[in-house]
């Protein structure tokens, strides 16, 4: 009947008519032995992808060995600090923007801090703000009269605002690496907090030794890339400095654009690691939307067209040669460049071989694929050390 409880026993595949309790996944017994035997055999190593320190905590206890990626946009929807970023996106001058920034500075680092602490010194890199800013402006009403009020301007002020917001593609415009162009506080606010939460945390834990990694999104540019990164290592040096102590960090970038890919050489000189946005790269090579390839893939794998969802599971004839040939090129360039990918298909399987046969040093996944991901990886050795 409609609303009554059943149970399903993942293992077994036996079916219960009633609401049995449940723990927490945790890795034992059997399978926790054939962990440690892919553990033994693996060289890739697996991170997770990871905004909270639950999701972060979650993904230790299933063997991740850091964060591959940090989503800190995440960090920004709570009702105490979306409010503040609306006052950002609503300012008129740097002053305004940057006394908003400065409302989240302290909570961004709270944040950091949490995470360094839940992933026990392994290491966290952690993505500059992403997404286009309509994303987080009000569409409620009230909420555009609270801001209005707030910012001391009239309902149609804040609704211009909003509408000239609007593009017709967000995904592809002024988003990314573009938003520290045209808004460098953001870029060094951000700095602030995740270069002021590795010292607190350093401090207080010395055998944690946080080294942040800085990743800078959708560069496809490497004067956009060095134009950031001055904005970061200028800051990151003189909060270092006003400390007086010694942090190593450091700074990369997401490659996610095929422009990026085809010059890695060139990404190479400023970006310190590559960090594979395979999302992202798989829809600009493609050419079509993620959120809307579903009103037609299905009719592709009917005919045949395509084998996979090209988002599930690497294209190596494609997206996989510009993943290739932009490792070639920053090795060139950078020969002890870290390589990771930390798109949705770090976790699949046959990707994961991808990545191992081409050299990258990690995957990063969800929390919960960590497991399917370190056994990969180990088949992929395995695999590899027979041919």
């Given at each position: 009947?409609?609303?009554?409880?059943?149970?399903?026993?993942?293992?077994?595949?036996n079916?219960?008519?009633?609401?049995?309790?449940?723990v927490?996944?945790?890795?034992?017994?059997?399978?926790?032995?054939?962990?440690?035997?892919a553990?033994?055999?693996?060289?890739l190593?697996?991170?997770?992808?990871?905004?909270?320190?639950?999701?972060?905590q979650?993904?230790?206890?299933?063997?991740?060995e850091?964060?591959?990626l940090?989503?800190?946009?995440?960090?920004f929807?709570?009702?105490d600090?979306?409010?503040?970023?609306?006052e950002?996106?609503?300012?008129?001058?740097v002053?305004?923007?940057?006394?908003?920034?400065?409302?989240?500075?302290?909570?961004?680092?709270?944040?950091?801090?949490?995470l360094?602490?839940a992933?026990?010194g392994?290491?966290?890199?952690i993505?500059?703000?992403?997404?286009p800013?309509?994303?987080?402006?009000?569409?409620?009403?009230?909420?555009?009269e609270?801001?209005?009020?707030?910012?001391?301007?009239?309902?149609e002020?804040?609704?211009?605002?909003?509408?000239?917001?609007h593009?017709?593609?967000p995904?592809?415009g002024?988003r990314?690496?573009?938003?520290a162009?045209?808004?460098p506080e953001i870029?060094?606010?951000q700095?602030?907090?995740?270069?002021k939460?590795?010292?607190?945390?350093?401090?207080s834990n010395?055998?944690?030794?946080v080294?942040?990694?800085?990743?800078i999104?959708?560069?496809?540019?490497?004067?956009?890339?060095?134009?950031?990164k001055?904005?970061v290592?200028?800051?990151?040096?003189?909060?270092?400095k006003?400390?007086?102590?010694?942090?190593?960090?450091?700074?990369?970038?997401?490659?996610e654009?095929?422009?990026a890919?085809?010059?890695a050489?060139?990404?190479?000189?400023e970006?310190e690691?590559?960090s594979?946005?395979?999302n992202?790269?798989?829809?600009m090579?493609?050419g079509?939307s993620r959120?809307?390839a579903?009103?037609?893939?299905?009719?592709y794998?009917?005919?045949?067209?395509?084998e996979?969802?090209?988002?599930?599971?690497?294209?190596?004839?494609?997206?996989?040669?510009l993943?290739?040939?932009?490792?070639?090129?920053?090795r060139?360039t950078?020969p002890?460049i870290?390589?990771?990918?930390?798109?949705?298909?770090?976790?699949?399987?046959?990707?994961v071989?991808?990545?191992h046969?081409?050299?990258l040093?990690?995957v990063?996944?969800?929390?919960?694929?960590?497991p399917?991901?370190?056994?990969a990886?180990?088949?992929a050795a395995?695999?590899?050390g027979?041919?």
């Amino acid at each position: 009947m409609e609303g009554d409880y059943i149970s399903l026993d993942g293992s077994t595949g036996n079916i219960y008519g009633e609401a049995i309790p449940t723990v927490p996944a945790s890795i034992s017994g059997e399978f926790g032995r054939v962990m440690e035997l892919a553990d033994k055999y693996r060289t890739l190593k697996v991170r997770t992808n990871a905004d909270t320190p639950k999701d972060a905590q979650q993904a230790m206890s299933f063997g991740a060995e850091g964060i591959g990626l940090c989503r800190t946009e995440h960090m920004f929807f709570e009702a105490d600090r979306i409010a503040a970023i609306r006052e950002m996106i609503c300012s008129d001058t740097v002053a305004q923007r940057e006394a908003a920034l400065s409302k989240l500075e302290p909570m961004q680092q709270g944040d950091f801090e949490q995470l360094y602490i839940a992933m026990n010194g392994y290491p966290v890199t952690i993505r500059f703000l992403d997404p286009p800013l309509h994303e987080f402006v009000p569409t409620e009403e009230k909420d555009i009269e609270l801001l209005a009020n707030t910012q001391g301007k009239t309902v149609e002020d804040i609704k211009a605002i909003i509408e000239s917001l609007h593009e017709f593609n967000p995904m592809m415009g002024h988003r990314g690496c573009r938003l520290a162009v045209t808004y460098p506080e953001i870029a060094a606010m951000q700095t602030r907090a995740v270069i002021k939460a590795a010292i607190n945390v350093n401090k207080s834990n010395p055998e944690f030794n946080v080294v942040p990694e800085i990743m800078i999104p959708l560069v496809g540019e490497l004067k956009e890339l060095q134009f950031v990164k001055k904005t970061v290592v200028e800051t990151a040096d003189a909060v270092i400095k006003e400390a007086g102590v010694t942090l190593e960090y450091k700074v990369g970038t997401m490659i996610e654009i095929p422009r990026a890919a085809l010059t890695a050489d060139e990404i190479a000189t400023e970006a310190e690691f590559f960090s594979f946005g395979t999302n992202d790269l798989t829809q600009m090579t493609f050419g079509f939307s993620r959120d809307d390839a579903g009103k037609f893939l299905t009719a592709y794998y009917e005919n045949k067209i395509y084998e996979n969802d090209p988002f599930a599971r690497i294209d190596k004839n494609g997206v996989g040669k510009l993943v290739k040939m932009a490792c070639d090129l920053g090795r060139q360039t950078r020969p002890d460049i870290k390589l990771g990918i930390c798109g949705e298909h770090g976790g699949d399987p046959t990707t994961v071989e991808f990545c191992h046969n081409v050299g990258l040093s990690y995957v990063s996944c969800s929390p919960f694929r960590v497991p399917i991901a370190r056994l990969a990886a180990a088949q992929a050795a395995i695999k590899d050390g027979r041919k």
